[in-house]
């Protein structure tokens, strides 16, 4: 090993570690069709179970008959709440602290909701038993708008003690939640009130979901002889879900395993614990075969978590020149049917309060009212930081709304009120403590990319053309300059069902000097395996191609919180560094012993420890690795092995500015997109190939959110947008031709620097969409019109501002 | 449940003679009675195209064919395009152009797009982008994937161009 010595940028080269645009190792498998998801696995005796759904948005359950579906040949159970009750199983714990009907328990709060769940030989047998069960309902009356509820005599959650407190606090109506404040409330109103321009605003972010290509499901085997129960599912935290299901279930968490297979996409659907689980868990226990469910896509869009749905009500106050004093938000917040939001407990309202955004705002204040309504649970961070993207939107639109009344340009506007580079460590009015930020060079730089003057200047051309009755199409700017805050998160005040929010890696370095690494976190297509492969090969030299990541299963990965909040980098990536340099630690003094010189006389180099001062004389990481296993070293354990627990000490804070060039025709509301750029500051840039993708795909998803994709009710209740055909998600003709860019500020407090990026897109591009609708049609007087900007809602905006004669 | 019909299929090269119910969609046979899961269901209302594969030369989504009307049919699923030895031009392309991220739309959309350079060998930009409509994909904002079928287009054509 010691004859050759490669170049120092050749060895570099040859570790694809940090930086490098390595390939990823995972599509091998999934472009030959060879991926392993839920609805791949099949068990022997394996049966299908599916459920009977309400078709009503809220009703008593007079009824449920049950006698016909089971006389069905091929049907082996029909559960009803009555069967799940003498176990305790027919309501659940959410994990927002409050309490979920696994299965109607009386009544019905949502349409879609579970009613039964029939097991059954096959799945057209299932289908055919859930529509021999015969449920008598008795209709009640639906409420679908949160400010109804904080006002009507239909109380929806009759288990709930009135008067009583919830898991947030008072409640100050039976359909209330929680109010939850942050700032200071007096000093904000005082500001407002005395301010040279103030605007206020109602912004509303609607209701959608996060609609991964695969529904979620799961195959739950209960092997009695052993008494160990395994189940496979589409569970973006895997960990948690083990320990949810031996607290519910009474089994031992050492006799659960639960794997996460490949997983066709989360975007926040699937960190929630559903019926279908329990429900799949308790069959198997009573058959004792093996049980497989799995959502179709209307179901998965009418009853799995949502996203959103917060009516902001904003007020911002400025100076005569601009200079932002104060920000206030009430939020009225629709949680649907149960409190079923995924948000660390202390924070019910996500990490809303980072909506005084890239401005420095003096002072500030946020309170946030929970509703129940008859709609689905949920409230999940659909590709984003907890309730992050709705506070983006919000002070994105605050900002444009107020550049308008300032008659000031809204770039100009944004530049005079970032947080300074030199502001960092930054503490926000609502109690934040921003890493680091350089927002200004990154405003600049997307500013004269895009030539931000001369898009102005055709602009106003257009408008003027508009006006001389020449052309009937407009041209829109939407700017954003967003902050994320994501990392979830310290210990001290950030848990999930009093479980703390650190991550973990455990690495094992092998005799021939390759490694396996397993991570508390859960690809569902960020790359895990690539990226985090590159981590460890910065960190302890040995090639990212000889390193296997895996994670997903609790038998063997350490305990971790999972994947969502674009946590897996900011967490677990730390604590594969920290892992990496335990590792580095044990190797330096092998090779100081097999180099006979003292332990702080080598020093590591790309992929060995050398001499200082005399490079001739090193130990490869394989030298060191063999030795390791295979020498007796006086004073050092044998093996090389490693594990990390990592509790950030911080959150980290992505941010980014967008620009998205729009043409609306205003009278077929039409959009085109003509530009999108998107610079990106996510600290250490791992894998930038990774980091484009990730990009180019949460970009699309925010097209989507604010161009068109909802999840509608009518009156009754009813979803109106329950399949692909009215949810909208864009083909590859809607979709624009993205360019990226990118400063990097790294954080820190990170081991690496790296503060993650997988949500930063769709929490920028919401607003810069939007605004870029809203900038089209400002010349002509529009302040606000609420998303979805579909072609319908643009044209009526053009319109109600008499645009069509 | 009415009586099952005897069907004959031929995927990837290999004859299966079975039994399935008039009712069963081929892409539950595909998956569950042949094993072969490389395609997908993200939907089962033809909006996704996750079950794309080639039946008689065409690109179909199997979710919304009955078994039976396949009966007899020459069938190409993802995993009969090429081998790990020898892979389609497409799925090192997709490998190579960052094409993919979760691979749940991988099968369908490698598949329409080998259909795709089939009818079109030389396709523009927007002619590939509106031929890849049917597949959906929530990952990757189609940018790469696009990328990806171009490039393999211009690699097949190479090929082709040396071999005469
Ligand atoms: S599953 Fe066939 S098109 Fe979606
Ligand atoms: S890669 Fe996930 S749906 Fe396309």
């Known amino acids: 090993m010691n004859d050759l010595t490669p170049d120092r940028d050749d060895r570099t080269a040859n570790l694809k570690g940090i930086g490098s645009a390595r390939r990823r190792v995972e599509d091998a ?7 392993n998801y839920v609805d791949d696995i099949k068990l022997p005796g394996m049966l299908f179970g599916d459920f009977v759904r309400s078709p009503y948005a809220h009703a008593r359950v007079v009824s449920v008959d049950t006698s016909a579906a089971m006389a069905l040949d091929g049907v082996v159970a029909v559960l009803t709440a009555k069967d799940l009750e003498p176990l305790g199983l027919h309501w659940m714990p959410t994990l927002a602290g409050d309490k979920q009907m696994v299965l109607a328990d009386g009544k019905v709060l949502f349409q879609g909701q579970e009613v039964a769940y029939v097991v059954a030989r096959d799945r057209y047998v299932a289908a055919d038993a859930v529509e021999l069960v015969e449920v008598e309902y008795e209709e009640l009356p639906v409420i679908t708008d949160p400010f109804e509820a904080l006002n009507s005599d239909t109380v929806l959650r009759e288990d709930l003690q009135p008067g009583a407190d919830g898991a947030h606090g008072p409640r100050r109506h039976a359909n209330h939640i929680f109010l939850w404040e942050e700032g200071d409330k007096t000093a904000t109103e005082e500001v407002i009130g005395s301010a040279d321009v103030v605007v206020e605003e109602m912004i509303y972010y609607h209701r959608t979901h996060p609609c991964p290509l695969e529904t979620c499901g799961c195959v739950a085997s209960m092997d009695k002889v052993n008494g160990k129960l395994t189940v496979y599912g589409t569970f973006q935290a895997p960990h948690v879900v083990r320990t949810v299901a031996s607290l519910l279930s009474g089994i031992d968490e050492h006799n659960i395993r639960v794997v996460s297979p490949d997983i066709g996409g989360g975007f926040g659907n699937k960190v929630g614990v559903y019926p279908g689980y329990v429900c799949s868990i308790v069959a198997s226990i009573v058959t004792g075969l093996p049980v497989k469910w799995v959502e179709d896509r209307m179901e998965n869009l009418m009853a799995t978590a949502f996203a959103r749905d917060y009516w902001m009500k904003g007020r911002i106050s400025a100076t005569k020149e601009g200079k932002i004093t104060a920000l206030e938000a009430h939020v009225t917040a629709d949680h649907g049917a149960f409190d079923a939001c995924a948000d660390p407990t202390k924070f019910p309202a996500g990490f809303f309060h980072i909506c005084t955004g890239s401005y420095d705002i003096p002072v500030a204040y946020v309170g946030v009212d929970g509703v129940y309504t008859n709609k689905a649970p949920g409230g999940v961070a659909y590709r984003c930081s907890f309730r992050v993207t709705e506070a983006a939107y919000f002070i994105e639109r605050m900002i444009e709304i107020l550049a308008i009344e300032l008659g000031m340009d809204a770039a100009e506007l944004r530049r005079i009120n970032f947080i300074r580079a030199d502001q960092f460590p930054y503490h926000s009015a609502l109690g934040w403590e921003y890493d680091s930020g350089d927002y200004q060079t990154a405003w600049d730089k997307a500013l004269k990319a895009v030539d931000y003057d001369g898009l102005r200047t055709e602009q106003a051309a257009r408008v003027e053309a508009f006006r001389r009755g020449e052309t009937r199409r407009l041209i829109g700017i939407g700017l954003t300059h967003f ?19 650190f991550d973990s890696c455990e690495i094992r370095i092998h005799p021939t000097g390759s490694a396996i690494a397993r ?9 895990h395996a690539t990226t985090f492969a590159q981590i460890l090969a910065s960190e302890i030299g040995i090639p990212a191609d000889k390193i296997t990541v895996e994670e997903g299963d609790t038998d063997t990965a350490p305990y971790g919180l999972g994947t969502y909040g674009s946590r897996s980098t900011p967490v677990a990536g730390a604590a594969t560094a920290l892992a990496g340099r335990k590792i580095r630690a044990k190797a330096q003094m092998i090779a100081a012993y097999l180099l006979e010189v003292h332990d702080d006389d080598v020093e590591f180099d790309i992929d060995r420890f050398v001499v200082k001062g005399a490079p001739e004389r090193f130990k490869t990481m394989a030298d060191i690795a063999y030795a390791a296993y295979n020498q007796a070293i006086p004073g050092v354990e044998p093996g090389l092995e490693a594990v990390s627990y ?4 911080n959150m980290t804070y992505p941010f980014g500015a967008y620009i998205c060039v729009m ?5 077929t509301g039409e959009a085109e997109i003509r530009q999108f750029y ?3 500051d996510c600290g250490t840039r791992i894998n930038p190939m990774v980091i484009e993708g990730q990009v180019h795909g949460g970009l699309t998803e925010a097209l989507a959110i604010a161009m068109g994709q909802e999840i509608a009710y009518d009156d009754m209740g009813n979803v109106k947008t329950g399949t692909l055909m009215d949810f909208f998600i864009p083909t590859t003709w809607e979709t624009p031709h993205y360019t990226t860019d990118h400063t990097e500020t790294p954080s820190p407090h990170h081991p690496i620097g790296a503060k993650g990026v997988g949500e930063s897109p769709n929490v920028g591009g919401v607003p810069a969409f939007s605004n870029a609708v809203h900038d089209a049609l400002r010349p002509f007087g529009l302040r606000q019109s609420h998303m979805p900007h579909d072609h319908w809602r643009i044209w009526k905006a053009a319109h109600d501002l008499g645009l069509h004669g | 449940m009415s009586k099952k019909m005897q069907i004959t299929l031929n995927v990837n090269g290999t004859r299966h003679e079975l039994l399935a119910e008039p009712r069963t969609l081929l892409i539950h046979v595909l998956r569950e009675n042949l094993g072969i899961t490389g395609p997908h269901i993200g939907c089962e209302t033809s909006h996704c195209g996750a079950c794309t594969i080639l039946m008689n030369e065409r690109s179909i989504k199997s979710c919304t064919v009955f078994a039976a009307q396949a009966d007899g049919a020459e069938i190409t699923t993802i995993e009969g395009l090429g081998t790990p030895d020898s892979l389609h031009p497409l799925q090192e392309a997709f490998r190579e152009h960052h094409g993919l991220q979760c691979g749940f739309c991988t ?6 797009a080998a259909q795709l350079l089939k009818e079109n060998p030389d396709p523009t930009e927007e002619e590939v982008r509106f031929g890849m409509a049917g597949n959906l994909c929530r990952c990757t904002g189609y940018q790469n994937i696009v990328k990806a079928v171009l490039a393999a287009a211009s690699e097949i054509n190479t090929a082709k161009e040396a071999a005469q």
Request: hydrophobic fraction near 30%; charged fraction near 20%.
């Open chain 2, 107 to 112: 099968p369908g959309m490698i598949t329409r």
């Open chain 1, 519 to 527: 991570l508390g976190t859960i690809s569902q297509g960020q790359g």
């Open chain 1, 646 to 649: 990592y509790d950030p000490p």
């Open chain 1, 678 to 680: 998107a610079l990106d």
């Open chain 1, 663 to 667: 043409e609306i025709d205003v009278d």
């Open chain 1, 29 to 35: 498998r999934f472009t030959q069709g060879k991926g």
């Open chain 1, 483 to 501: 902050t994320e805050i994501v990392g979830a998160g310290p210990v001290k005040n950030c848990d999930i069902l009093g479980m703390g929010m």
